[in-house]
């Protein structure tokens, strides 16, 4: 499966570069011992529910489905499109016999399948409404998200108008993301505290075997340590801050990072907010006296890794 591009814009001043290059190195890395398979699966269960999504539309008595747009007119979902290559969008047209202020009056009260209106776009030309709709979200499942129905509709004259109806969802790409940014990684044990700083240093590494189908192994540690250091401001790339951890509270979150959902969207085009380069380490020990240490980015495109996968997602307790 070829795997689409990856792209997070970082706004930041010096010191952002770190972020950016995390998300650019993971465009097209191959899978560490994960079934592809799966991910076609999703792609196909996600193209069903698109399809089911665009039947839930019940448009108005008299409309006729058309072969395609005519023209230009509604030329893409009404709400846009989504930027990703995992994107499934099935749609239809029709000619309705009723102005545009009447069929989308008919919509409002006729919701597809019950789903609960949750935005609204339209376009203009010279002051004049070209196009205007609605967007209905649908349930997410392990399979996909972003599932929602969009009915856009434009005018054809003072009688008639055409409708557009767009069963949408975005397949998730099970295949956890590699972490394979290059670079030193950073080695801590809770015995041994937390280093003075992390300058220099681009994630964390852990000894084989590879954990490349979850972030952490399974069980309960008995401590941890959470080592967070400052990115380029304040006192740059120190300690910041050290807390450690008794069982209960290393236990607590170790099941936040296992929480992490591991699947990813294809080609998936990111804005992150500010990045100043700030992370923190977090290194728990398990009753057979092994060290995993997790690498975390603190803002920016919020991220964990453990230096050979890597999610989404914040699981210290102040972000």
């Not at 069929?103 to 006729?110: I, N, Q, Y």
């Not at 949750?118 to 409404?129: D, E, F």
């Not at 009915?151 to 099970?174: E, F, H, K, Q, Y």
């Not at 290194?283 to 603190?298: K, S």
Request: aromatic share 6%; glycine share 12%.
């Amino acid at each position: 499966m070829a795997a689409g591009a990856f792209v997070a814009l970082v706004v930041a001043g010096c010191g952002s570069s770190r972020q950016l290059v995390l998300q650019q190195s993971k465009v097209g890395i191959p899978p560490i011992g994960v079934d592809v398979v799966s991910a076609t699966a999703n792609k196909q269960k996600t193209q069903a529910e698109a399809e089911r999504l665009l039947q839930l539309a019940v448009v108005p008595p008299g409309s006729v489905e058309l072969d395609g747009a005519p023209s230009s007119l509604l030329s893409g979902p009404v709400m846009g499109t989504p930027m990703t290559t995992s994107l499934v969008d099935d749609s239809s047209w029709w000619r309705v016999p009723t102005s545009m202020t009447s069929t989308l009056a008919w919509f409002v009260g006729h919701p597809p399948g019950g789903l609960a209106r949750s935005g609204s776009g339209s376009s203009s030309s010279y002051g004049a409404i070209t196009s205007s709709g609605d967007s209905y979200d649908a349930p997410s499942s392990a399979a996909w998200t972003g599932a929602s129905v969009e009915i856009g509709v434009a005018p054809m004259g003072p009688d008639t108008s055409v409708v557009r109806v767009d069963g949408l969802a975005i397949w998730i790409d099970p295949i956890p993301v590699r972490d394979n940014q290059p670079g030193p990684g950073m080695r801590v044990a809770v015995a041994s505290g937390c280093p003075a700083g992390d300058r220099g240093f681009v994630g964390v590494t852990n000894p084989p075997p590879p954990l490349d189908r979850s972030l952490l192994p399974a069980g309960t540690p008995n401590a941890g340590l959470v080592c967070e250091y400052y990115g380029m401001n304040g006192h740059p790339f120190a300690l910041k801050e050290k807390t450690t951890l008794n069982q209960s509270a290393a236990d607590a979150l170790a099941v936040k990072v296992q929480q992490l959902t591991l699947g990813h969207i294809d080609g998936e085009v990111v804005n992150c907010p500010m990045d100043d380069g700030s992370a923190a380490v977090v290194a728990l020990v398990y009753p057979d006296g092994q060290n995993l240490d997790l690498w975390i980015t603190t803002n920016g495109c919020t991220d964990v890794s453990n230096g050979y996968i890597s999610a989404g997602g914040s699981v210290l307790p102040d972000n």
